[in-house]
């Protein structure tokens, strides 16, 4: 069983940045490709981004594209996703979520390890 903790959430400005992280355990991490999701209230959850297990790839929602970054450190067991320019509607609790496998997917059945989420908050 994976283990997953996400770390990074906060309240934040419009057009600010935040940076998340998501670290694995109970698994070799480059075993495991890696996305991000996120909810609110009353809506399913959405895809943000992916990375593949050895970074080689990687898949963003059109609404996050050229204004976030995933990025992962194998050596650290950690994906990272950089948020720029962050818009309101950014707000929203964000889930990482692991798979043993070596592509990327957005959607949140593919995953079968998920972490308790952390909140994101931008004000304006």
């Known amino acids: 069983q994976v283990q997953v903790l996400e770390s990074g959430g906060g309240l934040v400005q419009a057009g600010g940045s935040l940076r998340l992280s998501c670290t694995a355990s109970?698994?070799?991490?480059?075993?495991?490709?890696v996305g991000w999701f996120r909810q609110v209230p009353g809506k399913e959850r959405e895809g943000v981004a992916c990375?593949?297990?050895?970074?080689?790839?990687?898949y963003y929602a059109e609404s996050v594209k050229g204004r976030f970054t995933i990025s992962r450190d194998n050596a650290k067991s950690t994906v990272y996703l950089q948020m720029s320019s962050l818009k309101l509607e950014d707000t929203a609790v964000y889930y990482c979520?692991?798979?043993?496998?070596?592509?990327?997917?957005?959607?949140?059945?593919?995953?079968?390890?998920w972490g308790q989420g952390t909140q994101v908050t931008v004000s304006s």
């Open positions: 109970g698994s070799r991490f480059d075993t495991l490709r």
């Open positions: 990375i593949s297990r050895h970074g080689t790839t990687n």
């Open positions: 979520a692991t798979e043993y496998s070596e592509f990327c997917s957005g959607s949140p059945s593919a995953y079968t390890s």
